[in-house]
């Protein structure tokens, strides 16, 4: 498989970085193409846990090249952070680190107005991570943002620097009755990351275009995930990229041409951080038992995560809108205790039942969730290590969610080790 796409195909942190850790054993190189560091992609490696924000998770894999592609909003700092945290840990980026010259820059005041628009909104809260994705994007969108390339040039630097400050400052002062930032620290600190970023600066595109030429195994990685897309998600409670295929595409430079194979990650329940809607939620001592057996904090922000059971109904949805090819099912240990486990396949709404994902906002709040129950198997199965280990009501569980979202499972996680992913 020279190309291959990994996507989250529910609400985020359903174990990308896990999955693409153990793919990048076969891969060469590891792109990242769409968000910033609002992404916490955890991998553990004997025992030793790995937050990834911005680096692509092919990077603990020594030989393996990485990419940060021209569709993500990048943070000097929390690169700049990454990095020292793998240094730390005795892992050289040295010559296999390449940053898209066209990757949109945040800024501090990308931050501030990420969080003071936050701190302000009341009950349009979206909840976001508050590393300043939104306003970044606002910036490209508007264009007006500064991509790498405009950083590496002290003249257009300055003079963007300046229209663009002026502006935030305006916002943060009016509006929100923030302090204004200096635009000599600004400037000044900026100069400093970009001397730092310039040995990483490269087109992207043409090296993975040479790679994908020469059949290099490529892993693209996505980071959160269908419901949370800007154009598929539950609107507006979404990030501002798209994390579904088309973003693969728009944000590495690699054509659509070149994607073989769509693998979508999946919990074996359901979670959400932040705002918006989520039918299978269970705001009780279920969500809460979820919650202790996932360990579900956020990688990032370290919120709790809301809990919930798996949704046939935005699994088929996600399937669609990506062209997944097969599902990697994560954390199925995490229902281990569960007497009976509840597999949502349809909302009623007061217009009747639907088996589709809906657009508007407000049927998708207030539906109901159908669900069919099952068994639960009530065994540990950390110990499993391959598709015939697992209990018999385990891999019926599997079979059912393959045969309700129409896409066949090829992975399951049983364990956060490397080992505890199974070939099924
Ligand atoms: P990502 O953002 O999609 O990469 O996912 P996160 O890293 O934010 O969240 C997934 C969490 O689940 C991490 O803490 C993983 O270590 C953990 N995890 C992944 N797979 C499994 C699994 O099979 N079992 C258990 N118990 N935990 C897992
Ligand atoms: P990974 O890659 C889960 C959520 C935020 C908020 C919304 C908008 O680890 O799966 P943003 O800061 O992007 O403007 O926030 O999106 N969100 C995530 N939820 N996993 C993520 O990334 C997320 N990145 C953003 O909680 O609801
Ligand atoms: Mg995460």
Request: aromatic share 8%; with cysteine.
């Amino acid at each position: 498989m020279s190309v291959q796409l990994i996507v989250g195909a529910q609400w985020g942190d359903e174990g990308k970085g896990q999955i693409v850790d153990r793919l990048s054993e076969n891969a060469e190189v590891v792109v990242r193409y769409q968000g910033g560091a609002n992404a916490g992609h955890t991998v553990y490696v004997n025992g030793e846990k790995f937050i990834l924000h911005l680096l692509p998770s092919g990077i603990l894999h020594r030989e393996v090249l990485c990419v940060i592609g021209n569709g993500l909003v990048f943070d000097p700092a929390a690169f700049f952070e990454e990095l020292g945290f793998l240094k730390e840990n005795n892992i050289s980026v040295d010559g296999r680190l390449k940053i898209s010259d066209r990757v949109h820059i945040i800024f501090p005041y990308h931050k501030k107005l990420d969080q003071a628009r936050e701190s302000k909104a009341g009950g349009n809260k979206i909840g976001t991570t508050g590393r300043g994705i939104g306003p970044a994007y606002v910036d490209k969108f508007n264009r007006n943002g500064i991509r790498l390339a405009e950083m590496l040039d002290d003249y257009s630097l300055k003079q963007r620097l300046e229209q663009n400050l002026d502006l935030a400052n305006r916002i943060l002062v009016d509006d929100y009755h923030e302090p204004p930032l200096s635009f000599v620290s600004v400037f000044e600190e900026s100069k400093k990351f970009a001397d730092r970023l310039k040995p990483f600066a490269a087109d992207t595109a043409i090296i993975l275009n040479d790679a994908w030429k020469s059949e290099k195994n490529i892993l693209l990685e996505g980071a959160q995930g269908a419901l949370l897309d800007i154009d598929f998600g539950t609107y507006p409670f979404v990030t501002s990229s798209n994390p579904t295929c088309g973003g693969a595409v728009t944000g590495t430079g690699l054509p659509a041409s070149a994607i073989e194979d769509v693998l979508g990650v999946m919990k074996a329940y359901c979670t959400r951080v932040g705002g918006g809607p989520f039918p299978s939620e269970e705001e009780n001592e279920t969500g809460e038992r979820l919650r202790e057996a996932g360990q579900e904090y956020g990688a990032t922000t370290g919120r709790p995560r809301r809990c919930g059971w798996f949704d046939v109904v935005s699994a088929r949805y996600s399937a669609r809108i990506n062209g997944l090819n097969a599902i990697a099912l994560t954390k199925l240990d995490v229902l281990d205790s569960f007497e009976k486990i509840k597999i949502c396949t349809s909302y009623t709404t007061a217009d009747g039942e639907l088996t589709e994902f809906p657009a508007n906002l407000r049927v998708l709040q207030d539906c109901k969730p159908n669900y069919i129950e099952v068994d639960g198997w009530q065994t540990e199965i950390s110990t499993c290590r391959s598709f015939g280990d697992l209990p018999e009501k385990a891999q019926k569980y599997v079979g059912m969610l393959e045969e309700l979202s129409g896409v066949p499972v090829r992975y399951i996680s049983v364990g956060v080790e490397r080992e505890q992913t199974i070939q099924k």
